[in-house]
């Protein structure tokens, strides 16, 4: 069964920093790209970033509204995703989910996380 | 980056109603396209990819048309399960980008 688990959301103040987590289990992790997924309070899904599988090199993408201040990597050994998030600021405020690249068509999610909540405020 | 529009942004329907939401992308995406189905607090679940195919487990009530830049979602009979919001998703190219979210609600 497919599980993705999120951790290292919580409140943090403008302009801090935080690491969100991704632990998979379930499937060959190493072989399927990975995104992360947001949604703020009461508002509609935003794509945010993803990293390509094993035998593409790692290769990253990112919403512009990230590019430069988030961070997408996966630890390939330990079956995990991160995203570095710094210079936080009110806006990112959301939850963030973890999804896995569709089995066989790349792009699309067939599993998500349960979602961790990060609140941007002072 | 492409742009998702989806109408209408909610629907009032009974069960047992046919149901259609559009999805239209502001350049053509050829069929790379998803629809997603989210209930208050959960994670979305995929209902189709590649415009028109029926991801593993979802009811066949469901199903999805369209290529280029207009794409539907439809559900045939409305079930008490289907109350939720459903949106599309373009995967053509990043950065990948969402319609704006249709809710389905109790008429």
């Known amino acids: 069964e497919v599980q993705l688990l999120e951790s290292g959301g919580g409140l943090v103040q403008p302009g801090g920093s935080l690491r969100l987590s991704c632990a998979a289990s379930?499937?060959?992790?190493?072989?399927?790209?990975m995104s992360w997924v947001r949604q703020a309070p009461g508002k509609g899904l935003e794509w945010v970033s993803a990293?390509?599988?094993?035998?593409?090199?790692?290769?990253?993408y990112y919403a512009d509204s990230v590019k430069g201040r988030f961070t997408i990597s996966r630890d390939n050994f330990k079956n995990t995703l991160y995203l570095q998030m710094n210079n936080l600021r009110a806006e990112d405020t959301a939850v963030y989910y973890c999804?896995?690249?569709?089995?066989?068509?790349?792009?699309?999610?067939?599993?998500w996380g349960q979602g961790i909540l990060v609140t941007v405020s002072s | 980056d492409i742009q998702m529009t989806q109408s209408p942004s909610s629907v009032s329907a009974s069960v047992g109603d046919r149901v259609t939401i559009t999805c239209r992308a502001s350049?053509?995406?050829?069929?790379?396209l998803a629809w997603y189905q989210q209930k208050p607090g959960k994670a979305p679940n995929l209902l189709i990819y590649?415009?028109?195919n029926l991801h593993s487990g979802v009811p066949s009530r469901f199903s999805g048309s369209g290529s280029g830049t207009d794409f539907t979602l439809t559900i045939s009979s409305l079930q008490p399960e289907d109350f939720a919001t459903y949106y599309c998703?373009?995967?053509?190219?990043?950065?990948?980008?969402f319609g704006g979210g249709t809710k389905v609600e109790i008429k």
């Open positions: 990293i390509s599988g094993s035998g593409s090199g790692d290769r990253t």
């Open positions: 590649a415009a028109s």
């Open positions: 379930g499937f060959t992790f190493s072989i399927y790209a």
């Open positions: 350049q053509g995406i050829s069929s790379w």
């Open positions: 999804a896995k690249d569709h089995e066989v068509a790349g792009n699309y999610f067939d599993y």
């Open positions: 998703q373009q995967a053509t190219s990043f950065p990948l980008t």
